[in-house]
């Protein structure tokens, strides 16, 4: 399941679902719209877990969860709390953090 944030809701979603993959973005940011799609094509190749595109300039709260401090940041959330994270504008490391946090 992919899910682009339309509110600051990131808790309730890592609370609900027992694997989170997120992507924190920005408009502004063109590695994050260059990492996107690949991101969108990675949630389908992991239909047991859920991932999540946020806006981290929109949602400061979400942001918060993962201590962003760089763009683009992707976070997996495993039973309600962060698990590991990087800052990556490269496809093979975005697979390689996917896959090893998803078990493959």
């Keep these: 399941m992919l899910v682009e944030l339309a509110q600051d809701n990131l808790t309730e979603l890592v609370k609900e679902n027992e694997t ?18 690949k991101f969108k094509k990675f949630s389908q190749e992991h239909e047991n877990a859920t991932f999540a595109i946020v806006d981290a300039e929109k949602y400061p709260e979400s942001r918060k969860l993962a201590n962003v401090d760089n763009l683009p940041t992707f976070a997996v959330f495993k039973n309600g709390t962060v698990a590991n994270q990087v800052q990556t504008n490269k496809t093979d490391v975005l697979k390689s953090f996917i896959d090893e946090a998803a078990g493959n």
Aim: aromatic fraction near 16%.
């Design 20 to 37: 989170v993959f997120v992507q924190y973005s920005a408009g502004w940011c063109g590695n994050c719209r260059i990492m996107k799609p």
